[in-house]
């Protein structure tokens, strides 16, 4: 039986580009119709060599489109209406050939063309080996696609087909489908930054990801944030209206659509583009800062030599999220939260930290090994504030994000 979902009754082009994750599409295919859309599938050439056409349209229940030149399809359906008579573009997997090829506005297979000839909106799940998804050609074209409004999802960390291990893997499916509902969701909101929408006219700051604090030019202390869950609070924030700055450390994740991102490396850095982007009405700090930095880097590579094994004398780092919630009255944002990343007693050390810090809500999570949080796609947290806890179920990050936004409007609005 078809669930009701915010996805019944959409229609979905899924775009398959030529990856190993390709099969996995077939399983996304099926999950989608349960869900009551309607899925019409293009297939790049490349792709044909990891799925057949047949098994695609066996699924779908309809043609599978590949051929830009071929005459019956034009007749049919010609690919310009193909591109628009979807609600949303959706590529999966997304190669780094196929996202190189959207930045440059191709249009030389069936695929770039409906891509450039649609009017609707366009997510990519992208899957590829660790040290392409790193190369700095691939991130400058990610960075551009954020830039250019298209959805990312994923790729996640794990273990890879080709042996390796690190980002670049395909999402799993139920990620997949939870980020297309979110987008249909969201869609029914208004963007970022506009006059209507529950934080319209709100600006919010947000801290993301690790920081890197140096022990030479070429070496740096760092942790294992990933960044997600702050880049994803910062897209939810944006979504819901308000005018979003997120203050990021060194990620692999993709700039949130519609946010102003200032890119910072060590804490220190972080503290002063906080600093910058006051006044602001909330500060959520999500970012992973270094509690301690090495007192003297050095100016040149640290070497090896008779003297042994180097003593790295440490100094502490400011505290960003105790410093904003501690400005004066006038100066300090309405709502200041942050969050506690704890490996063991999490509800005990969480209580403390929130007196501690200052701050208005904490949104405390297990981040030991055992959790999967750290890099991973799940999360399951608790929101401390003076008034009590509110347990959350585990949920995707996404999903802690858009729980968390609404939570931050509801605030606004009462
Ligand atoms: N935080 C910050 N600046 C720091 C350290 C932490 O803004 N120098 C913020 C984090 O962004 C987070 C909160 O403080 O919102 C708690 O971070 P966490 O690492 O859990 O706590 P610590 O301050 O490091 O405390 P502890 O060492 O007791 O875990």
């Given at each position: 039986m078809t669930e009701l979902t915010p996805l019944h009754g959409k229609r979905i082009l899924l775009i398959i580009g030529g990856?190993?994750?390709?099969?996995?599409t077939l399983e996304l295919i099926r999950r989608l119709r349960d869900k009551g859309v309607h899925v019409r599938a293009l297939m790049t050439k490349a792709a044909h060599e990891f799925v057949t056409p047949l098994s695609v349209s066996s699924l779908t229940g309809e043609k599978v489109y590949t051929d830009l030149f071929d005459l019956t399809d034009e007749a049919e359906m010609g690919h310009i209406q193909l591109s628009r008579d979807a609600d949303l573009l959706l590529v999966a997997p997304a190669t780094a050939d196929l996202m190189a090829r959207m930045v440059a506005g191709m249009a030389n297979d069936l695929a770039t063309t409906a891509l450039l000839a649609t009017d609707k909106p366009v997510m990519v799940a992208p899957a590829m080996n660790v040290r392409m998804w790193e190369h700095k050609a691939t991130q400058r074209n990610i960075a551009q696609l954020a830039q250019d409004g298209v959805g990312f999802i994923g790729p996640d960390d794990g273990d890879m087909a080709c042996g390796e291990f690190g980002p670049g893997r395909f999402s799993e499916t139920p990620d997949i489908i939870a980020a297309v509902e979110n987008h249909f969701r969201a869609s029914s909101e208004p963007l970022s930054?506009?006059?209507?929408?529950?934080?319209?006219?709100r600006h919010i700051l947000v801290t993301s990801g690790p920081t890197h604090e140096p022990i030479d030019p070429v070496r740096y202390l760092a942790n294992r944030s990933s960044g997600k869950q702050g880049h994803a609070i910062a897209g939810s924030l944006a979504r819901l209206g308000a005018q979003v700055t997120l203050v990021a450390g060194p990620t692999t994740q993709p700039n949130p659509a519609g946010v102003t991102v200032v890119q910072i490396e060590t804490a220190r850095e972080m503290l002063a583009a906080c600093q910058t982007a006051l006044p602001a009405d909330g500060v959520i700090c999500a970012a992973a800062v270094?509690?301690?930095?090495?007192a003297q880097d050095a100016e040149q590579k640290m070497k090896k030599g008779p003297d042994g094994v180097p003593a790295l004398a440490l100094t502490e780092n400011p505290d960003i999220l105790a410093t904003i919630s501690q400005l004066p009255k006038g100066k300090r944002p309405a709502l200041v939260v942050g969050f506690a990343a704890e490996t063991e007693k999490v509800i005990e050390h969480a209580t403390a930290k929130l007196a501690r810090k200052k701050c208005d809500w904490l949104v405390a999570n297990d981040v030991s090994p055992?959790?999967?949080v750290m890099g991973g796609d799940m999360n399951t947290v608790h929101v401390l504030s003076a008034t009590g806890r509110d347990d959350w179920p585990q949920l995707s990050k996404t999903e802690v994000a858009e729980r968390l936004a609404r939570k931050v409007a509801d605030y606004f609005s009462t």
């Open positions: 990856g190993i994750a390709a099969y996995k930054g506009s006059l209507a929408g529950p934080l319209a006219g270094a509690d301690w930095r090495v055992a959790s999967g």
